[in-house]
């Protein structure tokens, strides 16, 4: 496997590229809005129904569209300017966000408004993840895609730490309104930073005039990649698969074709899939251990989320070396932590154990999905992308969902630690999934690439 340091951990040449300092800000701020927004709530209903059932609702709600709402996403993804997609999301984001901080700063919000609000956000989400995974592989050259994707995590997780750090003061003193007025915010302060991301209109087809070769990434395409139906020169227009309801589906189906097609990225996407539904569903468990179990109130929790978070900044800025030897091998390690860890963590009996265990887990996970995020981009023709990362991020709902209320049911009626020994096994689930990977990379890699 192929590895070229400078590739992977030139930091200053990828804030060099065009546009990507404002992408970077945008995601950092706008996690930070919803990393208050998921803890507030979740805190909010905790206290106002003492439910982890009803906790773990506000997760299934959040992540339900992504059941209806990725395949038809995925299709947009793949044919409008990718930057104005995100820009729409994140007004409409704020717009309802904002709403609901007035009914609940005027003392007129029922729970109902409130989980209505988590499901137009889910609806959201569903496409907005995606669209900024496709926007990083539109934006940075293929040679710095682990350094685009930690940078990117860093982000991400940077603003979590700092939601973290500040959620648990400002519930106290601002309660639920003011906590919904930041993300609401956030919202808006992201939009403006895609907007000066680039100028002008450029649909996605406009970037498939580039060979779809590799510069020498950390994690190169798989030989399977190489053969001519794969690497296209010159892409379809966009007017050939219709723009009507048929070639909507025509759209979905060669997406799904392309999937049948590529055993390892499959693998790939469920070893991601598995990872994601273990970080979200977790949120049911964490709020309860922190309450219940722990007793350290609002600010305890957010602790316990700053470590999470502090922990996949460390491993997003590892990430880079760490992929430059046997980077499969250390997916399936991060894997195995998070699967055991995880069957353990209802034992941490102080606060500053939980705290240590979470960061623990933050840099798993970070690990985790740097080096897979890196390998689906360094893998899927750009064209496809969208449609990719929607199928996967179906893939995710539906074990999120199950997970969701799974582990929120074993918590009430069984016992938390029997929840978390559940929520262990769906990353092992990942485990298997990333062993799969490993070893059709490395029969990939013994088998000659076919002549282009």
């Known amino acids: 496997m192929a590895s070229d340091p400078h590739s992977t951990l030139n930091w200053k040449a990828l804030f060099r590229v065009p546009g990507f300092p404002f992408f970077f800000f945008a995601m950092l701020i706008s996690l930070f809005g919803t990393g208050m927004n998921f803890a507030g709530v979740t805190w909010y209903v905790l206290g106002a129904t003492h439910s982890t059932v009803n906790v773990s609702l506000i997760v299934i709600l959040v992540t339900l569209p992504g059941l209806v709402v990725p ?5 947009l993804i793949d044919r409008v300017d990718r930057r104005y997609l995100g820009i729409t999301i994140d007004a409409a984001r704020a717009v309802i966000v904002l709403g609901t901080a007035a009914l609940a700063y005027a003392g007129r919000l029922a729970l109902w408004e409130l989980y209505s609000m988590v499901l137009l956000l889910g609806v959201g989400f569903a496409i907005y993840w995606s669209t900024t995974n496709a926007l990083v592989q539109e934006l940075v050259p293929r040679g710095n895609l682990i350094a685009a994707n ?7 997780q940077g603003g979590m730490a700092a939601a973290g750090a500040l959620v648990g003061f400002i519930y106290e003193r601002a309660g639920l309104a003011g906590i919904l007025g930041i993300d609401g915010t956030t919202y808006l302060i992201s939009a403006l930073c895609l907007l000066l991301l ?6 996605p087809h406009e970037f498939q005039n580039i060979r779809l070769v590799s510069s020498s990434p950390t994690i190169e395409a798989p030989p399977e990649m190489s053969e001519p139906g794969l690497m296209r020169t010159d892409e379809p227009e966009p007017g050939d ?11 979905i189906a060669e997406g799904l074709a392309y999937l049948r097609e590529q055993p390892r990225v499959m693998a790939l996407g469920f070893t991601y899939a598995c990872m994601m539904a273990g970080v979200i569903s977790a949120n049911v468990l964490v709020v309860a251990l922190a309450k219940d179990q722990l007793s350290v109130g609002a600010r305890g929790y957010g602790y316990i989320e700053m470590g999470w978070a502090f922990g996949a900044v460390a491993g997003g800025l590892a990430a880079g070396t760490m992929a430059r030897k046997k980077p499969y091998t ?3 390690v991060a894997l195995a932590i998070l699967a055991v860890g995880h069957m353990m963590f209802p034992y941490a009996r102080v606060l500053m154990a939980a705290v240590l265990m979470n960061a623990l887990f933050g840099v798993c996970r970070a690990l985790g999905g740097v080096l897979t995020q890196s390998s689906i981009m360094a893998s899927v023709p750009r064209h496809l992308m969208g449609r990719t990362q929607s199928a996967f991020s179906v893939i995710s709902t539906i074990l999120q969902v199950g997970m969701s209320f799974a582990l929120g049911w074993f918590a009430e009626h069984v016992t938390l630690s029997i929840a978390f020994l559940l929520l262990g096994a769906i990353y092992g ?6 062993l ?6 490395l029969g990939a890699e013994k088998t000659p690439a076919p002549a282009v």
């Open 71 to 75: 395949p038809f996403g995925g299709v």
């Open 150 to 156: 930690a940078t990117v995590l860093i982000a991400v």
């Open 198 to 203: 680039r100028d002008g209109y450029c649909a």
């Open 241 to 251: 698969a219709g723009r009507g309801a048929s070639g909507v589906f025509a759209d």
């Open 330 to 332: 250390v997916m399936v």
């Open 429 to 434: 689930g990942g485990v298997l999934a990333a």
């Open 436 to 441: 799969r990977v490993r070893a059709l990379s």
